[in-house]
């Protein structure tokens, strides 16, 4: 099979996604996982035998399309989009968008783009990408972690996973009771104006350290359970501001403290929250997963480092213009020439064997 015949079934699957399914695939990836896992019993037979996988399906010029490739194909599509293929005239229909691809691919190389700097580019992407799932995953990077670790990261992050309950408050702080009580009268009265308390606080209030945010006090608990990632609140308008019951409420009367009159609002509430262990034992897993695997990844190509022979000419380096700009603060209009390199295939290396996201 020659270099665009590679290339071409490489990149296959993601151009069927986009010429085949079109607008449906956004619906698709809504479904639920179970479901998915249940549609995986419609893939096509992966245990062909030699003979079967090689019957002839469709030549194009001198390549051939074969009855392993066709399967391959399928299979590697995503199940609620597998479906779609299940019927021998959809195969017809799929064969038909193989055809294309290869066409496309022949065309391309017969333009010489073979060895086009961006063609290389992806065949290193692709090539890192198949040694990482191909090797890396099975030899080098973990894919589970034990439960024992688990607890005692749970453990470790007790307050990231509980929390008492928590409001959000306002206040402005102003030096006498008339001023404060002329401010909660015109609030309330234009209480659907959302703007004015924060308005107000950036301009009357004398509390320096919220009047900048609009007299934004952020969350906090009730003082007896307060934590020491919370803001400090002063307990007597933190519980002033819990007497309040909803949220847009103001206190009926300004409150007295050392640092004058204050008129507080309720701006937002959260439930106490308990998580149990086994709510988050995926999502720490797959995060502890994802560290581990960047630190595999990152030994094992310190180790392919010190039995390579690397030379670093800096001086050429300080020398390279990136995007018409370059460091002597001299700016550049139109294209300039960059470097080939192959910062996107180690970039899609180090996503890859960072694992999957929560």
């Not at 996604?17 to 419609?42: F, H, I, M, N, Y």
């Not at 017969?110 to 992407?125: C, N, S």
């Not at 359970?225 to 019951?245: G, N, S």
């Not at 370059?326 to 192959?342: C, E, K, L, M, S």
Request: charged share 35%; aromatic share 6%; hydrophobic share 35%.
């Amino acid at each position: 099979m020659k270099f665009t015949m590679w290339i071409g079934w490489l990149s296959v699957v993601a151009l069927l996604t986009v010429c085949a399914c079109g607008s449906q695939l956004g619906e698709e990836k809504k479904q639920e996982d179970s479901k998915e896992e249940l549609l995986e019993s419609e893939k096509l037979p992966e245990g062909l035998s030699p003979e079967q996988a090689a019957k002839v399906v469709a030549t194009v010029g001198d390549r051939t399309i074969t009855v392993g490739d066709v399967t391959e194909q399928i299979n590697r599509l995503s199940p609620y989009i597998r479906r779609r293929w299940a019927t021998p005239e959809k195969r017809k229909e799929f064969l038909q968008k193989l055809i294309r691809v290869e066409l496309l691919s022949q065309e391309a190389e017969r333009q010489g783009l073979a060895d086009d700097p961006e063609v290389q580019r992806t065949v290193k992407q692709v090539m890192i990408r198949l040694m990482v799932k191909n090797d890396l995953e099975k030899e080098l990077l973990p894919t589970s972690i034990e439960e024992k670790t688990l607890r005692e990261e749970y453990d470790k992050e007790h307050d990231k996973y509980h929390r008492p309950a928590q409001i959000r408050a306002s206040h402005i702080v102003v030096k006498d009771e008339a001023a404060a009580v002329k401010l909660i009268v015109e609030l309330k009265a234009k209480s659907k104006d959302r703007k004015l308390f924060r308005e107000k606080a950036k301009k009357e209030s004398i509390d320096e350290e919220t009047k900048g945010r609009g007299g934004d006090l952020g969350y906090f608990s009730r003082p007896a359970e307060r934590r020491d990632d919370e803001p400090e609140v002063a307990a007597a308008v933190a519980e002033a501001a819990w007497t309040l019951e909803k949220v847009g409420n103001f206190l009926d009367k300004p409150l007295k403290t050392e640092a004058g009159w204050h008129v507080i609002k309720l701006t937002n509430k959260k439930p106490e929250m308990n998580r149990s262990f086994d709510s988050v034992k995926r999502l720490i897993e797959n995060r502890l997963l994802r560290q581990a695997r960047r630190e595999g990844m990152d030994k094992f190509v310190e180790d392919l480092r010190s039995k390579a022979k690397i030379q670093v000419f800096e001086e050429n380096l300080a020398k390279m213009e990136v995007d018409g700009f370059d460091p002597t603060g001299v700016h550049h209009h139109g294209a300039t020439a960059r470097p080939a390199g192959v910062a996107e295939a180690t970039a899609a290396a180090s996503e890859k064997s960072g694992g999957d996201s929560p």
